[in-house]
């Protein structure tokens, strides 16, 4: 299997590629394809894929200018469309469905995944529990509403890669393809789901020059940090930054921009903190950060877009079937990031994983991250 990039010390380790072209169309490539994804998901937690679904450049060339004309906006635009959505009075009548859901803008520190660490990033939160006429629906920003179609069909599409990836991943522990399937349904209340446009804003000269790149530095892109869901999708272009940590080795390894050259996107894939509870630890919740820039040459600015599929809000985070996750020891433990964090305290110990659900994960975690207060009451 080819792979691409190299942790900054030795021993080298890189992000694994797997080309998912005729996957389930012949039984060599769908093979390979299932044994690139077992080893890349077992010993990384990260791998680039291509040649996955209908996704193409256009369609995330078309994302990314949404994103830098809606953050080239002034501040208090954007503060507009800010906080937490999660008290919305929802006038139909029906269950809050949004109440879990974070939609909006955040700027700098709003987000912390290190406790004295603030990221240098701006945010906006999308999911499609928010695009249902349904619900008293908040109103979007002028840059998403002037491309809604290409905005929602991405959202869409991207819910339907992950459908690709959990039929691989499913097959790669022994399952059948469709063992994930019903786990994430696009028509069913998923909180947790987060389609998220990232901007990480050039740092200032004098900032760069004191502390970039440095970990003793308090600033961050984005700290380390595990995501909550079962799979991310993300979506990069050509300026890199990307780290994600080997634990066998203890190493930071680096996930350079993907080639732009390619018939077909090329789309980083991690797997989160739902499938480490699912797999019983076999494939793990990979920590990763966005580094600082190192040099002036290095300080661009950075748009990225992650797609965070999570599960059905009710899915609860017991072992799926299938031998091998099925003999696993396990106490419930996720590997959870390098060193001793206080995020690996509390949160990450679950007694009896059949008794909480995917939602309770998420706002047990996002409790711990969001600076402002993030409420579980209906
Ligand atoms: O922008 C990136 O490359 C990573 C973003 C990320 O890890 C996150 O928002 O969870
Ligand atoms: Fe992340």
């Known amino acids: 299997m080819p792979s691409i990039g190299e942790s900054r010390d030795a021993p080298r380790h890189s992000i694994p590629v797997v080309d998912l072209f005729g996957f389930e169309k012949n039984s060599a490539d769908t093979e390979r394809v299932v044994r690139d994804v077992r080893s890349a998901l077992r010993d990384v937690g990260f ?43 929802v006038k139909t009548g029906k269950r809050k469905r949004a109440l879990w859901t974070h939609w909006g803008y955040s700027s700098f520190g709003e987000e912390r995944f290190e406790a004295n660490k603030i990221d240098q990033k701006e945010v906006f939160d999308t999911a499609k529990d928010l695009l249902d006429p349904l619900y008293d629906l908040p109103s979007y920003p002028d ?30 522990l022994g399952l059948p393809a469709s063992a994930l399937a019903g786990k994430f349904q696009w028509d ?39 995501d909550y869901g079962s799979v991310t999708l993300l979506f990069q272009q050509d300026v890199g930054g990307l780290e994600v940590y080997h634990h066998p080795s203890s190493t930071w390894i680096n996930v350079p921009p993907p ?18 509870h699912w797999t019983r630890g076999l494939y793990c919740s990979t920590a990763h950060r966005v580094r600082m820039p190192r040099t002036a040459e290095e300080n661009k600015e950075r748009f990225s877009i992650a797609y965070f599929a999570h599960a059905n809000d009710d899915v609860t985070l017991e072992a799926v079937g299938g031998e091998e996750v099925a003999k696993r020891m396990w106490d419930g433990k996720l590997a959870g ?15 009896d994983p059949s008794k909480v659900t995917a939602i309770e994960w998420l ?8 600076t402002w207060k993030y409420s579980s009451d209906a």
């Open 47 to 89: 791998m680039y894929v291509t040649n996955i679904g209908p996704l193409t450049h256009s369609h995330v060339g078309e994302m990314i200018d949404l994103s830098r004309a809606f953050f080239a906006r002034d501040e208090n635009y954007k503060k507009q469309f800010g906080d937490s959505y999660g008290n919305m009075d």
């Open 143 to 172: 840059e998403f509403q002037l491309k809604w179609n290409e905005f929602t069909q991405f959202h869409r599409l991207c819910h339907e890669t992950t459908h690709v990836l959990y039929r691989a991943i499913s097959l790669s």
């Open 188 to 226: 069913r209340d998923a909180g947790g789901e987060e389609l998220r446009f990232l901007k990480y804003p050039q740092i200032p000269g004098d900032v760069l020059n004191e502390s970039a790149g440095t970990d003793q530095s308090g600033l961050v892109r984005a700290g380390m940090h595990t």
């Open 259 to 276: 080639p732009q050259d390619t018939p077909r996107p090329w789309i980083v894939v991690n797997t989160c903190d739902l499938i480490e």
């Open 337 to 351: 990031l390098p060193g001793h964090h206080s995020w690996n305290e509390g949160t990450a110990h679950v007694e």
């Open 363 to 370: 706002c047990r975690r996002m409790g711990k991250t969001r």
